[in-house]
C-alpha cells in the first residue's frame, strides 16, 4: 500500500513538473483577420496565452504572432527580423493600428445594423441572429459604451430583421412591456432557440 502511494505521488509530481514545463495551453491561439470587430478578443486572449508568458522567449513570440496573423494582417510586421526585442516592435504596431476605440466600436454597429433580414424560422438563423446581438452587444459593454441607453433604437432596428412569424411572436412577449430592453430581445431569442431545438 506504501509502495502505491509512492508511486503515485512520483506520478503526481512528474505530471506537476511537465506541466509546468508547458509553454503553451493546448487550447488553439486565437486568429486575427484584420477586422476591427476582432480586435478585443483576439487581443486579450493573446496576452493571456503569449504575450504575458515570462518563459516563452520574444523571438518564439514572433512566431506565434505571425502564427496568429492571417489574411495580408501579418504584412505589417514580416518585414522584422525574430529576435528578442522586435517582438514588442511588432506588438506595439499592431496595438498603434487596431486598438482604436471609436472605430472599434462602429465595426460592433456594423454588425448589428447591417445584419440581413432573416428569411425564415430556421434554428441556425436564428441562432446566428442571437449570436450576432449578444456578441457585439457584449463587446460594446466591454468599450463602456451606454448600451442600455440605446435600448429603443437598437430593439427597433434589431425587431425590424426579424421574419413575420419571429416579429409576431416578440410582440406576443413584449405586449405587457411598455419600452423592452435589449436584454428582453436577447432572452425572447435564447427562448425562441430553445423551443426550436426542442421540436427538432
Known amino acids: 500500500m506504501l509502495k502505491t502511494v509512492s508511486e503515485q505521488s512520483r506520478r503526481s509530481i512528474n505530471i506537476t513538473k511537465v506541466d509546468s514545463n508547458t509553454r503553451l495551453p493546448q487550447t488553439k491561439l486565437p486568429k486575427f483577420h484584420g477586422g ?102 457584449n463587446a460594446l459593454r466591454a468599450l463602456k459604451k451606454p448600451v442600455e441607453s440605446w435600448n429603443t433604437l437598437l430593439v427597433y432596428v434589431l425587431a425590424k430583421k426579424m421574419d413575420e412569424e419571429t416579429r409576431v411572436l416578440w410582440v406576443r412577449a413584449t405586449k405587457t412591456k411598455e419600452d423592452p430592453s435589449i436584454e428582453d430581445l436577447i432572452e425572447f431569442l435564447k427562448d425562441r432557440i430553445n423551443e426550436l431545438e426542442r421540436l427538432n
Not at 46 to 69: R, T, W
Not at 83 to 102: G, H, I, R
Not at 104 to 133: N, Q, S, Y
Open 36 to 137: 476591427y470587430d476582432e480586435w478585443m478578443r483576439f487581443h486579450d486572449l493573446f496576452v493571456a496565452m503569449v504575450q504575458s508568458k515570462e518563459n516563452i522567449s520574444g523571438a518564439e513570440k514572433m512566431d506565434y504572432l505571425l502564427s496568429c496573423l492571417k489574411g495580408n494582417t501579418s504584412s505589417v510586421i514580416k518585414h522584422l527580423s525574430h529576435n528578442n526585442a522586435n517582438f514588442d516592435v511588432a506588438w506595439d504596431l499592431l496595438k498603434s493600428l487596431y486598438d482604436k476605440p471609436q472605430f472599434i466600436t462602429v465595426a460592433h454597429f456594423d454588425k448589428l445594423f447591417e445584419f440581413p433580414m432573416l428569411k425564415g424560422t430556421g434554428l441556425d438563423e436564428i441562432k446566428c441572429f442571437f449570436r450576432t446581438i449578444s456578441e457585439n452587444i
